[in-house]
């Protein structure tokens, strides 16, 4: 279940509705040149998806999601926020929410973007992983198609919309905290541990406290210098040699 919601919550940060009704949400914003506004969109997001390449080992899976969703729920309330109490015509609030959406964009590509994948790759089981990384991709699926159909009903106006047009950033950032909290209660930190030592700390701690018990698996508190004896001494050395023959 942490691997579907995962996804799901990866979708429910509003970032499709960037990518999908970009032009037209700038061009209903009073932007001049929306088509550029949007390429420009497109080209941040694969910008910053290289420092979250590097960061991922870095500042670690947990980290990062937390960071990532907490910058983009702020950015998604700014943009909703200078959309309903600024006129359209104010170019100085039009260049606000073009900003923050751009750092919106950056915030998910450095994070929610590749390391959703990247958790969802290490924390099932070997022995239904396959179903799992099935599952867990039709859940972003599904939930990709449902925003995108729902969208164009969320923000047009007109019989049977619900006109709702940049306040529809309040529903994103309010999704935002869902992420944070998700993040929080439900997501280990994993960075640095192998496919064995992640089975260990699911079964010996909880997401919240992770980031210490990731320490003592890598050896980092009690100079062990290696996850192996810990694995070792979790598993059993039956059940490990086991395991190695399976793989």
């Known amino acids: 279940m942490t691997g579907i919601w995962l996804q799901a919550w990866q979708q429910l940060t509003g970032i499709n509705f960037i990518f999908y009704y970009g032009t037209t949400f700038f061009q209903r914003s009073g932007i001049k040149d929306p088509f550029i506004i949007s390429v420009a969109t497109n080209v941040v997001n694969v910008g910053m998806t290289v420092p979250g390449i ?28 200078v959309g309903v109490t600024v006129s359209t015509e104010n170019l100085a609030a039009q260049k606000v929410l073009i900003a923050f959406v751009c750092v ?19 924390i099932f089981p070997l022995n239904v992983r396959a179903k799992s990384m099935s599952m867990s991709t039709a859940s972003n699926w599904l ?25 529809v950033f309040f529903i994103w950032g309010s999704t935002c905290v869902g992420c944070l909290i998700f993040t929080y209660f439900c997501i280990p930190e994993t960075k640095g ?45 039956e059940k490990l040699a086991e395991h190695h023959e399976k793989v």
């Open 54 to 81: 590097y960061l991922v080992d870095k500042a670690g899976r947990r980290s990062l999601l937390l960071i990532g969703a907490a910058g983009m729920l702020i950015c998604e309330y700014i943009v909703a926020i």
């Open 104 to 122: 919106y964009i950056a915030f998910f590509a450095a994070t929610w973007g590749p390391i959703v994948w990247i958790v969802t790759g290490e």
């Open 143 to 167: 939930w990709n198609f449902g925003i995108g159909y729902a969208t164009p009903y969320l923000v047009n106006a007109g019989p049977g919309n619900a006109d709702l047009g940049v306040k």
């Open 193 to 237: 541990l192998s496919l064995e030592a992640i089975d260990v700390l699911y079964q010996n701690t909880t997401p919240r406290n992770s980031v210490a018990y990731r320490r003592r698996l890598i050896g980092e508190d009690d100079g062990l210098g290696h996850a192996g004896v810990l694995v070792e001494k979790a598993l059993g050395r």
